[in-house]
């Protein structure tokens, strides 16, 4: 199955680039571009897309709100963010906002190519490393209201649930939660699964974002 990729960003030359190493790739086909939000959107409204690869600093309509609108849509497509400096608010906006996960722009064109895949598949792209980082260093800024009614929201989960979703707001993945735990890697991903569904959380990402929203795991530290 082709996985359609819209290309968003107002540099040309960086979209011709990305285009041509897709365009090598039997699985991927480039099936709009946009120089910035407000075309995204109105691209979007008669052109079937999987994955959007999204710059966030653009004229007229900046990423981040592309992203919040495309991700408010019934069956959105995946959004990956990309991003110039790994420690930016934008993408832990672009996350707060929807998006799947965040790439840098001068990331190996086998990275971006595996992201784009992972991500189609239902998988969160962002390097615990980096996503750790990120979180650190804008979790402060959080805002205080509304995290109330999200602490209630993990009272929906068992114990097993929240010891799960611990380690995967610490960026760990399913086979190694499994190690930790000594559980099967099905059993991990059935977890999973679960606090996806009880939460009302669309991936991994929002996992993260919301551990750190509601105290699960501190910022600097672990849960």
Wanted: hydrophobic fraction near 45%.
């Amino acid at each position: 199955m082709t996985i359609r990729v819209m290309l968003v960003d107002d540099q040309v030359l960086l979209r011709t680039g990305f285009r041509m190493v897709l365009a090598a790739q039997p699985d991927m086909e480039v099936v709009a571009e946009a120089g910035d939000g407000v075309e995204a959107l109105q691209v979007l409204r008669s052109t079937a897309v999987d994955v959007i690869l999204m710059d966030v600093r653009m004229p007229k309509l900046d990423g981040v709100e592309a992203t919040r609108r495309i991700c408010s849509e019934p069956d959105p497509p995946k959004v990956l963010i990309l991003t110039t400096f790994d420690l930016d608010e934008y993408a832990f906006s672009g996350l707060k906002a929807g998006a799947s996960g965040f790439m840098l722009k001068d990331v190996p064109p086998g990275d971006l190519l595996a992201a784009i895949r992972a991500v189609h598949s239902g998988d969160a792209v962002v390097a615990p490393s980096t996503t750790r980082r990120l979180l650190d260093r804008f979790a402060p800024m959080l805002p205080s209201t509304g995290k109330e009614p999200r602490h209630k929201e993990l009272e929906r989960l068992t114990e097993r649930e929240r010891e799960v979703m611990v380690l995967v707001a610490q960026g760990l993945s399913n086979g190694e939660i499994a190690a930790r735990l000594v559980l099967s890697e099905a059993t991990v991903k059935t977890h999973v699964g679960r606090i996806l569904t009880k939460l009302g959380l669309r991936d991994r990402v929002q996992v993260v974002v919301l551990a750190y929203e509601t105290g699960l795991v501190r910022a600097g530290g672990h849960g």
